[in-house]
């Protein structure tokens, strides 16, 4: 690990006030995803900002029954509570599909959204890397690419922003409150993150210096029917080789609108509006739920070892869709697991 | 064991900029003891038990939090102490494999991974005990599918699991709290 200075901070103001943009300066709150990057001498920061004391840490209520999550709540402390889980299930469920209870009680929502891929050549800095090294090249479009992308991506980087959590948020349009120097500002959650470009090296469009304070999640009707199914290697602690945020807005067994979101295909969570305002007013059955696959997954490009992604996120879209119309009764709150719910 | 440690020190506070290189005085409260310790800003609270306390029951296994092995409890929840900086966890009680325990009674966990001969090499056993009474703590594991979910954080590279699951189900159903 690199030599660093460090410091406290007590108010965003004060964590703020230490930046400077440009210079390498890091802030860390969980740590987990910054100082594991820093063992493997990805992430070089010179100067190290503890924000874990700022005021950040409560999940607020707004006026039209919405919440607002702070950047420092854990991840854990986020899906186990009950607002949370009687409003946004959906969230809750993806969250616990995530990492494992160590991690995520150290994790926070902010961290979330800014851990890096985990393409393995990222993490290998013997090989060349575009994101980690600008101008490198990719090691991973030619080379063992089964983990990789197949929306977006660029002939500079293939590589997948790997959080669970981040695939609910894009469904739910939640939106990202950020503090920099000069005042705040929102960002929708589709535009928080980016796809690779030339510029593979910056996965959001969080400007350097800028502070995420809080998530916002909108009012909505999808607590009743929703899927969150993440498909990989493993059936626990493992990255997704694809996974589908699902929600439906049901009327009489018709559809008044959908949310359909990706993960572990894309460099940022991957959604079709089109594909979802198609949906409107559609039947709930099968045969439409695979149309609209075919619609979602039109403009997939498969590499090497990849392309059975496109097969795979087509069946996962239609069984998260159909888990979620045919959910009945909301899950329980306090033996929530996600293996424990995949079964029922 | 280790009393309290005080040491005569110019190290600054955490509210000062702290210097690459510059040691750094941090107040860690294990086991119910309080140590001040002077440490780089990057070293871990799992090599601060390790190389400046001689705790070294918690295990380094992987240093990237995949293994699990050096899972402790901090604030009574469990976490990976290998991807934290000991300088961010100054005052808050910190439980490791040492300060189960009492005396010469081993923690009811302890003494079931023994009745269950729940380990081989038991490199990973302090990590498993922690992070059991972690989850145990937490409250949310109700049926074999949970634990099992639940524990998944922590490996054995030996293959111990249908061993430690029942040292796990053993003192859950005594304490009353479970039916699994």
């Known amino acids: 690990m690199n030599r660093f200075s460090y410091i406290q901070s007590n108010t965003v103001a004060e964590a703020l006030d230490e930046v400077v943009p440009n210079d390498g300066s890091k802030f860390i709150a969980g740590g987990t995803n910054l100082i594991d990057l820093m063992r493997a001498n990805v992430e070089r920061p010179a100067h190290i900002i503890d924000i874990t004391h700022l005021d950040l840490h409560t999940i607020k209520e707004m006026e039209d029954g919405g919440l607002q999550l702070g950047a420092l709540v854990k991840n854990a402390d986020t899906a186990y509570n009950e607002k949370v889980q009687s409003r946004y299930p959906l969230l809750a469920k993806a969250i616990l599909a995530g990492a494992s209870p160590q991690l995520r009680n150290m994790a926070t929502d902010g961290g979330n959204l800014l851990q890096r891929t985990r393409c393995y050549y990222f993490y290998d800095s013997a090989t060349p890397c575009n994101k980690r090294s600008p101008g490198e090249g990719c090691s ?51 535009e928080f993150h980016r796809l690779p470009g030339d510029t593979p090296h910056i996965d959001s469009n969080l400007k350097p210096g800028e502070l995420i304070t809080a998530i916002e999640l909108p009012v909505n009707n999808f607590h009743r029917h929703y899927q969150y199914i993440k498909v990989r290697d493993r ?45 409107s007013g559609k039947p709930t059955d099968e045969s439409v739920f695979k149309i609209v696959a075919d619609m979602i997954l039109k403009d997939a490009k498969g590499f090497k070892y990849n392309s059975f992604k ?35 | 064991m280790k009393e309290v440690i005080e040491k005569t020190t110019h190290a600054p506070a955490t509210n000062t900029v702290v210097k690459a290189g510059q040691l750094i005085q941090v107040h860690l409260t294990i086991n119910e003891k309080k140590y001040v310790l002077e440490l780089e800003p990057w070293t871990s609270i799992l090599d601060a038990l390790r190389e400046h306390l001689d705790l070294i029951g918690t295990k380094k296994g992987c240093d990237h939090g995949q293994c ?12 990976k102490s290998c991807l934290t900086l000991a300088v961010m966890y100054q005052h808050v009680p910190i439980i490791t494999i040492e300060g189960l325990a009492e005396g010469d009674k081993l923690h009811p ?28 703590n937490e409250g949310r594991a109700k049926t074999k599918d949970d634990v099992h979910e639940l524990m998944s954080g ?20 005594k304490e009353g709290k479970e039916k699994i």
């Open chain 1, 310 to 344: 496109i097969e795979l996120a087509k069946r996962t879209i239609v069984r998260a869709l159909t888990e979620a119309k045919n959910r009945t009764a909301s899950e329980p709150l306090d033996c929530y697991t996600y293996n424990r719910h995949e079964k029922t």
């Open chain 2, 154 to 173: 922590n490996l054995c590279r030996c293959g111990a699991y249908n061993n430690i699951f029942a040292a796990i189900e053993e003192v859950m159903k």
């Open chain 2, 109 to 136: 966990l302890q003494q079931a991974f023994i009745d269950h001969d729940a380990f081989q090499c038991g490199y990973c056993t302090p990590g498993q005990i922690c992070s059991a009474i972690g989850m145990m």
């Open chain 1, 235 to 279: 059936r626990s602690y493992a990255f997704a080789l694809v996974s589908v945020a699902a929600a439906l807005e049901l009327e009489n067994n018709v559809i008044k609108s959908a949310r359909i979101a990706l993960g572990g295909v894309a460099h940022k969570p991957w959604r079709n509006l089109e594909a979802e305002s198609f949906l």
């Open chain 2, 68 to 79: 699990g092995a050096c899972t402790i409890l901090v604030d009574g929840k469990r976490i």
């Open chain 1, 140 to 190: 991973a479009i030619e080379g063992y690419n089964r983990i990789h992308a197949i929306f977006g991506t660029s002939d500079h980087c293939i590589a997948t922003h790997p959080s669970d959590m981040c695939v609910a948020l894009a469904a739910l349009s939640a939106k990202v409150h950020v503090t920099n120097k000069e005042g705040k500002r929102e960002i929708p959650f589709s």
